[in-house]
Structures are given as C-alpha cells and as structure tokens.
C-alpha cells in the first residue's frame, strides 16, 4: 500500500514513521509512505497557503489552490489513483471497520488540514471523505493523519507478527477487549484469576467473551450491537 501525506508539518511524522512497527512495515516493502510539504505548492512567491475567510469571523483558511496543485502532483507519482481523505474535525468519526476498509485500498492520499478550516471547495471537489479522529480539536490534522496510517498499516497483511494478531482487538468484534495478565500470578496480593490458569481453552474463551461484554456495557454502552 502507498500512503502520501499533505502536510505543512511533514516533521510532525518523521520520526514516528520511523518507530517500531511502522517503521519495519516499510522496510519490508509492505506500506510506502511519502510525505509532502503543502507550501511547496503555494502559487505565490511568499508561499501563502491560507486567506482570510469571506464574511468575515476569525482565523485563516487553507486556500483551494495549493491544496488542488498537491493532490494533483501527488497522484501523478503513482498510477494508482488513491482515495483522497481531509482530515479535519468536521469530519465522519474514524472508527476500527473505516481502518479495516481502507486497509484494502491500494492507495490513501491524506491531507492534513490546519488553521480554522479549508475552503469548501476542496471539501466538495477534492476530497472523498472528511474524518476526525474524535470529538476534540487539535492545531493541525498532522496527528490525525498519523492516527490513521498507524490504524490502518497495521492491518496490512504481514505487518504484525503472528504473536500480535488483530483477531482479539478491541473493537475488531465490536467489542472492547477483555482484561489480559501475564506473570507474575500473584502480585501484591493481587491474583490472576484462577479460570486462566486452568488450561481449559474453551472455558477460558467463553469468560473473556463475557468480560469483553461486560466491559463494553459499562464503559461504552454505545457499542452494544454485539455480534454473538
Ligand atoms: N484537525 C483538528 N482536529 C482534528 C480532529 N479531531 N480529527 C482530524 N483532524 C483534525
């Protein structure tokens, strides 16, 4: 898969790109990930990306034309068209079935929005989806944007070893994730509980499914179309 990014931060991503499991997933050849500073494609020669917005109000908004420009020559580095997504708090919440769909798509071309919004224009003809990662706002979508490649580059096939399946994640059932232990079995008089030292697999599936559930009714009960 190829991700690019448009961004005015590209620096925001460097170095977490290069973290852990992102990092091998490129050296593997399983994700590329280009980055691309918008002021590159500023059309003036003290390289404007933003304006003041008509009908007056505060802050400033990324204009149509660099954004237009970038995406444009960002596409045509690669035959693959890609699905253009704006992120922005404006946007469709980004959930764990959006990762998996898009984890199927050759290609994802982000835009990191910034300042108090984009032109419309750019909403409406450029893009093919707005997503936030959230109901809160942030100084740029850099980080979102980096939300999104981690979610969804980790569901890439080969990415996570066979120790770090995405089976049991939270959500992937739409459920949370139950509790997990590791040694020691007790610990400041803290035991793990007993049914997991049993060896019993099917009992042992069974109480996770129940603590999943539990767990999903009292702190997410919005989530409660569990699948049985
Ligand atoms: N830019 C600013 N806030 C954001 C959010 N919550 N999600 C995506 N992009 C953003």
Redesign the pocket.
């Known amino acids: 898969m190829r991700i690019d990014v448009i961004t005015l931060f590209p620096g925001m991503l460097e170095g977490a790109l290069r973290e852990t499991i992102l990092g091998r997933a490129q050296q593997a050849g399983l994700a590329e990930i280009h980055l691309h500073q918008l002021r590159n494609y500023a059309t003036d020669k003290h390289r404007i990306v933003d304006d003041r917005p008509y009908g007056g109000g505060p802050g400033m908004v990324l204009k149509c034309e660099p954004l237009f420009a970038a995406v444009a020559d960002v596409r045509s580095k690669d035959s693959r068209p890609g699905k253009v997504v704006l992120?922005?708090?404006g946007?469709t919440v980004f959930n764990q079935p959006l990762a998996q769909a898009w984890s199927a798509e050759e290609r994802l071309i982000l835009i990191s929005?910034h300042y108090e919004g984009v032109d419309e224009r750019v909403i409406e003809h450029l893009v093919d989806a707005e997503?936030?990662?959230?109901d809160?706002?942030?100084t740029?979508?850099t980080v979102?944007a980096m939300v999104v490649i981690d979610a969804v580059v980790r569901l890439l096939p080969g990415v996570l070893g066979n120790g770090e399946s995405a089976q049991s994640d939270s959500f992937s059932e739409g459920l949370l994730e139950g509790p997990q232990y590791t040694r020691p079995p007790e610990f400041q008089g803290r035991k793990v509980p007993e049914i997991l030292l049993s060896g019993d697999h099917a009992k042992i599936a069974a109480w996770r499914k129940e603590c999943a559930e539990r767990k999903t009714a009292r702190v997410r009960p919005d989530l409660k179309q569990a699948k049985t």
Do not use: E
């Not at 997503?131 to 959230?134: A, F, L, P």
């Open positions: 992120m922005s708090p946007g929005g997503v936030s990662i959230g809160y706002v942030l740029n979508g979102a």
